[in-house]
């Protein structure tokens, strides 16, 4: 049985991962950071008691700013694959905590390559790497697109990058960064953009709200579906070299056409409840990212199957259904056409 090791498990992609692992026959290890109250909600539907013989799922307490706990964890699990997922991943709050962002997310990379160098073990690490590095970089976006990071967390990211890149070819390790462009789900956090809209579209239907307070409308992103962002992170890991791997769709849809399509899918009019509020601008922003995964679906058999309607429709009638709503049910025959024998088990 393959061991792997997750950080940032909590979050979207890390749940997702985590049962997609499962599925796959893996003993899965995730870190989590302590808290005095349950941060486990998207993990939760798949957590069986440790002392049961069918437990899969473990976890361990650590932190990305302490490199002498993460030490311990990668030399006594021993991973065959770690997938390192956590930081500080809040755009615009990287420009409120610019130090906190630097060190999280740039310097933890720095901290897990230590901990395997050090370690000696053999394994194979997938970094998250992102779209918001290219920044003001002509689109479409590739592989040999120069990086111009217009953010803290951009720079940190690029940092890391680069990071991963100098151990793998200093120290032969099996590093592989993945650069993902935008994904969403059901899980997506709840302050970013695309949850925030189809939130907010339930509690409007729902008569909780009448008003969406958002930023710059006009910012255009490459707009896929998590679940299957996790299986490529999962066939990056599984070729016999290790490389760096743009994932995207190959589209540009603006957060205004996000709004427009979401509400009208709903059957609201989206002028009469999205109102600007200056504190959600950015300092710098990106104007537009696409990207060029040729590289991945030529050498990892990687296509997505949910374009930027369909994953609309599947996020809007989930939040309809956790509102206490009866959802539309686009999304949801979406989701039992394209994928009938899916492997997560919620949303």
Known sequence: MKKALITGITGQ?????????????????????????????????IFVDLHRPE????????DLSDSGQLSNIIYNIRPDEIYHLAAQSHVRVSFDMPEYTGDITGLGTTRILEAIRRSGIKTRLYQASSSEMFGDAHPPQNEETPFKPCSPYAVAKVY????????????????CNGILFNHESPRRGETFVSRKITRAIASILAGKQEYLYLGNLKAKRDWGFAPEYVEAMWLILQQKKADDFV????????????????????????????????????????DNLIADSRKAKNLLGWNPKID???????????????????????GDEILKKEFPERWWKKD
């Open 55 to 62: 437990a899969r799922l473990f976890l361990h307490y650590g």
């Open 308 to 330: 930027f309607g369909k994953l609309i429709k599947i996020m809007v009638d989930s939040d309809m259904r956790k509102a206490g709503l009866k959802p539309i049910g686009k």
């Open 247 to 286: 994932i995207g769709k190959g589209e540009s849809h603006s957060v205004e056409e996000f709004i427009e399509s979401a509400f009208s899918y709903a059957g609201l009019d989206w002028k009469r409840h999205v109102r600007i509020d200056p504190r959600y601008f950015r300092p710098k922003d990106v």
């Open 160 to 175: 890391a990058f680069w990071m991963a890149r100098n151990y793998r070819e200093s120290y032969d390790l099996f590093v």
């Open 13 to 45: 992609d890390g749940s997702y991962l985590a049962e997609f692992l499962i599925s796959k026959g893996y003993e899965v290890h995730g870190i989590i950071r302590r808290a005095s109250t349950f941060n486990t909600e998207r993990i939760d539907h």
